[in-house]
């Protein structure tokens, strides 16, 4: 009996000597992170006399001891380009570069290197040029978030090509063009998009209508066309749907919203037809709008309907009926 607890004690102490030490390549490659952006206060833990697994911002793996997670957050001295050094992490899984606004240059071709990344954040920064084509090529990753930064060009289509991305923000800088058509079509789960205050145009992709979508917001491009392919009767998983401040043109008459939603904002484009009557029976729904757009008809009533005042309705073609002024009753010989 007393070789069981010497055995579990020796695994104990393996776990703990891998999980403490810090593997020379990781080692060499966070000091010349730190030597590239000036050795910053936000690295003071970054010392010799410990193991890089103990420092801040720093996750290691516990059975191997390599450094997977590198997270810095809110440092509004650091400045410079994002460092080449950050690929030397070779079994780096999480990356994230949060508000730090000094940041600056383009996001460097040598993260291509990073091929067990599953989760990029490169947000709240001054990075500017465009959003790389190499990322197609980073097969684990699951999510991507580049926004609130400086980014310009076009979306790469080659992200479309990621078997496991499932959720991608990039919302909030300078991007043009058309959405790629396959986008996030290949993902296994329910999938995420933001690419809200952009520059986008053209349509919304068709193909957008296989893609199981829980939130998707274009909202503030100038996106054209038809929109109805992002609802329907099978689209159980969608509960968040902003496409407001777009120049969209559709019937939404014939339209049948999920029902799941909680948010739906359709407002400040040019839809034509009616309110659908479902809209009354969605329990869930928190967020209705439809403002500002070329509307016609009576409001739905019952239902949650109580819930939306005037300002969801307001500047249509001809809407009446609750919360809006009562529709004109027809003479009874109007069809005489």
């Known amino acids: 009996m007393a070789a069981f607890p010497l055995l579990l004690l020796c695994s104990l102490l393996a776990t703990s000597t891998a999980a403490d030490q810090c593997h020379d390549d990781d080692h060499a490659a966070l000091v010349a992170i730190d030597t590239a952006l000036g050795s910053p206060y936000h690295f003071a833990s970054w010392t010799p006399d410990s193991a890089c697994c103990d420092w801040y911002d720093v996750d290691c793996d516990a059975e191997s001891g390599r450094v997977i997670g590198l997270r810095v957050f ?35 071709d040598s ?12 947000s709240y920064t001054g990075v500017s040029g465009p959003v790389p084509s190499f990322l197609g090529a980073l097969t684990a990753l699951t999510l991507l978030d580049l926004s609130y930064n400086s980014l310009t060009g076009a979306i790469p289509a080659s992200l479309a090509d990621l078997p496991n991305l499932s959720s991608i923000n990039l919302r909030r800088n300078h991007l043009s063009g058309a959405i790629p058509p396959l986008l996030l079509s290949k993902s296994p789960d329910q999938t995420y998009l933001w690419l809200s205050s952009n520059n986008l145009s053209g349509a919304i992709p068709a193909e957008f209508a296989a893609v199981n979508f829980a939130h998707i917001d274009l909202s503030r491009n ?13 689209k159980s998983s969608l ?82 009926g609750a919360p809006l002024t009562a529709c004109r009753q027809r003479p009874v010989n109007y069809l005489h």
């Open 74 to 108: 809110q440092d509004t001295n650091m400045s410079g380009a994002i460092p080449d050094a950050i690929a030397n992490l070779t079994f780096l899984q999480t990356l994230t570069l949060h508000h730090l606004p000094a940041i600056s240059g383009a996001i460097p």
């Open 111 to 122: 993260l291509a290197a990073l091929s067990n990344l599953s989760q990029l954040t490169i």
């Open 222 to 234: 100038a996106l054209t066309g038809d929109a109805a392919c992002l609802f329907g009767a099978g």
């Open 239 to 320: 509960q968040h749907v902003d496409l407001s401040r777009n120049v969209l043109r559709f019937d939404l008459s014939g339209v049948e919203f999920p029902e799941n939603a909680t948010y739906i904002d359709l407002s400040h484009n040019g839809i034509r037809g009616g309110i659908p009557a479902q809209v009354a029976n969605l329990a869930n729904l928190q967020q209705f709008n439809v403002s500002f757009n070329r509307l016609c008809g009576e409001v739905p009533a019952g239902g949650n309907m109580a819930r939306f005042d005037r300002y969801s309705y307001l500047h249509n073609k001809c809407l009446c």
